[in-house]
């Protein structure tokens, strides 16, 4: 069974856990991720969970899919306005819930699938252990903005270890996605998770190295903290330049956010 498909249903039913209680009104309140509201990220984690389960069941029904929403968004609309029209009139609640009957019934057919196998993407195609990792990392980040919004704190569990090896997998990426050429001296990551339990990469040097929490080393990477709202120890230059543009996500380069512009909102 592949674990990574249950570490992104019980990180999905966490984040389910902390929305179900709130009340209708609540759907519309703005986050401070670019102003989406809870409906909005919901929205988008279904939308994209049916898209990554298409490419594992329907390559055809995925590529149809792909080329209207991309089609869509060369047109100039927003990303939440081409997400509501893929929805039609499911909204709030009845979304809520059928996003988490869905992404239930997802991590079974991804538990069960061949992990190395390929599958379409809007980018490159990938492993199914890497589409089922990419929708916990989704589901994770874009939890964070709830979670600010309600003023929780969350008690993170090691299945963000998967989160972290994105951020390492992605160091010259993330580089070269801007056009800029990835440095050699990749940089020495320990981590300290969750658990408590010590987790290492890359080779021991004192003068170009990351320490500190996993869940904050994960929020750079994930681009839901500015690298200066947290307590990383970073060390070097290239380690310095990595955490000040890192991104584990696909897509064009996005800027981290600003220093102290996410953050928990209120108490719970």
Excluded at 83 to 107: H, I, K, N, S, V
Excluded at 167 to 183: E, K
Excluded at 245 to 261: N, T
Aim: aromatic share 10%; glycine share 6%; proline share 4%.
């Amino acid at each position: 069974m592949l674990t990574q498909a249950m570490d992104f249903r019980d990180e999905s039913e966490a984040l389910y856990e902390i929305v179900a209680p709130i009340n209708e009104a609540d759907f519309r309140k703005k986050t401070l991720f670019k102003d989406w509201t809870v409906h909005d990220v919901i929205a988008h984690l279904h939308m994209w969970n049916w898209a990554a389960d298409a490419s594992l069941r329907d390559e055809a029904e995925f590529m149809a899919f792909s080329k209207k929403i991309m089609g869509e968004m060369r047109k100039g609309r927003s990303f939440t306005d081409v997400t509501d029209q893929w929805l039609g009139t499911l909204r709030d609640r009845p979304l809520l819930e059928t996003w988490r009957g869905f992404y239930r019934e997802m991590a079974e057919r991804f538990a069960e699938a061949d992990p190395k196998r390929r599958v379409k993407w809007a980018g490159p195609e990938m492993s199914v252990r890497s589409s089922i990792t990419a929708r916990l990392m989704e589901t994770w980040a874009h939890g964070q903005e709830l979670y600010d919004l309600l003023g929780l704190e969350r008690a993170d569990k090691d299945r963000i270890k998967n989160i972290a090896i994105l951020g390492i997998n992605t160091f010259g990426w993330t580089f070269r996605n801007r056009g800029l050429d990835a440095p050699s001296d990749i940089p020495y990551v320990k981590l300290h998770a969750p658990s408590g339990a010590l987790w290492e990469w890359n080779e021991k040097n004192d003068a170009n190295f990351i320490e500190g929490r996993a869940t904050e080393f994960c929020q750079v990477v994930t681009q839901t903290r500015s690298i200066a709202d947290t307590k990383l120890t970073v060390i070097g230059e290239t380690a310095a330049r990595w955490m000040s543009i890192a991104q584990c996500f696909a897509g064009p380069p996005e800027d981290p956010p600003a220093p102290g512009s996410r953050r928990r909102q209120r108490s719970s």
